[in-house]
């Protein structure tokens, strides 16, 4: 048995590094008293499936030691899993009490849970509910567009738990374990949740003005929920943006807000940068952050934001602009990577990051040179941002794939 605790918050989700807990087995088991029957039939017009829930004489027993090839974490042909768990590290061993892992198939754009399990002890606690929202949270800040994952017709608790988790059944493999899967009671069901909803909100809905002051704090949550563990664990964008306002580099003139209805959705700051070259400097600008409230992305209000800024800074003058952003996302706005410009950071790099836009033919290309960042965004106190943001509605920091801080 395991100990009792009776805080929630001591049954903390950490990840599980690979090198710690590679080939960890996860004891499977359960015992059910229904299961789910599949009638596949094929006449002249097609085939009709007919899935039936039934319930059974005798309970249908699964334990761990039936398998001849155990559940385990970061097996080899998921070779970019990533594991979250609860750990008790009361003891000589840490001892893996509940477990998720997850691994993307890139060429669908989805995000498999290959692992899900939970101690018999620490069952119906939120637990499972709490380990899926992580997944959740995994393929939100990839841009998935379903997370999917594979259970057995007889185990109906799973099922049961994952329709309230919100996923629908996809499809079946009638002959997944063995070629008697049907008969067995025991077809293997395909499940999927999906995040991208994508709504198609009209250009008259989405009002993009100037912020105005007693809208700081609540411009401040957005970007908080925004860039929330994309990064790194916590984020420090909130915080940049506070000080941000304050710094002579800053143009609240060219900075912009989106709002919908009276909901603040999207904002895009814009301040001085230079170039600079062996025959002098040049002023253009920079943006950042520019970002969107996680439940109104992919809906356009980014794009909308970009698009009516960067005609005002054409019209102010600007001959163009550079950012550190993200590469699959900027080139269809009309951005490219710093190289076509002949211009490199102030080490002398490129990267794919690395982009800019001229809002005049010539307006980077004709200078090139060095980008020479303002000094503030290196100045950053973390120890300031830590004691600022708790202020602010925060969900848990967790690690993620892909984090600027991932080893």
Excluded at 87 to 114: F, H, M, Q, Y
């Amino acid at each position: 048995m395991t100990e009792e605790r009776t805080d929630k918050s001591e049954y903390n989700i950490v990840h599980l590094p690979k090198e710690q807990w590679e080939g960890e087995i996860l004891p499977m088991g359960y015992t059910t008293q229904s299961y789910f029957d599949v009638d596949l039939s094929e006449n002249d017009c097609g085939y009709h499936i007919k899935i039936s829930k039934r319930t059974v004489d005798k309970s249908i027993t699964h334990t761990p030691e039936e398998y001849d090839f155990p559940d385990r974490l970061y097996q080899p042909h998921w070779e970019k899993a990533f594991a979250w768990g609860i750990v008790d590290d009361v003891g000589e061993k840490p001892r893996l009490l509940a477990a998720i892992e997850t691994c993307p198939e890139e060429w669908s754009n989805r995000l498999v849970v290959t692992e899900l399990w939970v101690h018999e002890d620490l069952r119906r606690r939120g637990i499972g509910h709490r380990l899926m929202a992580v997944a959740k949270e995994q393929a939100r800040l990839e841009h998935r567009r379903a997370v999917i994952l594979e259970t057995q017709s007889c185990n109906t608790a799973a099922i049961a738990f994952y329709q309230s988790e919100g996923f629908k059944l996809i499809g079946l493999d009638t002959c997944c374990y063995s070629n008697q899967d049907v008969e067995r009671r025991e077809v293997r069901f395909n499940m999927g949740y999906f995040l991208r909803k994508d709504r198609k909100v009209a250009e008259k809905d989405i009002v993009i003005r100037p912020e105005r002051p007693k809208e700081y704090k609540r411009v401040e949550q957005m970007v908080l929920d925004a860039f929330w563990n994309k990064y790194r664990q916590g984020c420090n964008e909130h915080f940049l943006v506070h000080q941000l306002r304050k710094q002579d580099i800053y143009l609240p003139d060219l900075s912009r807000i989106a709002v919908i209805g009276d909901e603040i959705v999207g904002a895009i700051f814009y301040s001085k940068s230079l170039l600079e070259n062996d025959h002098g400097r040049k002023e253009i600008l920079t943006f950042g952050p520019l970002c969107v409230a996680p439940e109104w992305q992919g809906c356009g209000v980014g794009e909308r934001l970009l698009k009516e800024t960067l005609e005002l800074v054409g019209k102010a003058g600007y001959e163009g602009v550079v950012i550190m952003g993200e590469p699959d996302y900027y080139p269809r706005l009309g951005f490219k990577t710093c190289d076509h410009f002949g211009i490199t950071t102030a080490e002398g790099k490129n990267f794919d990051a690395f982009m800019g836009i001229e809002l005049v033919p010539g307006g980077l290309s004709a200078f090139g040179g060095r980008y020479i960042e303002a000094e503030f965004f290196e100045s950053l106190s973390e120890e300031e941002n830590q004691v600022f943001t708790k202020g602010f509605e925060t969900p848990g920091m967790q690690k993620f794939p892909g984090q600027w801080n991932d080893k």
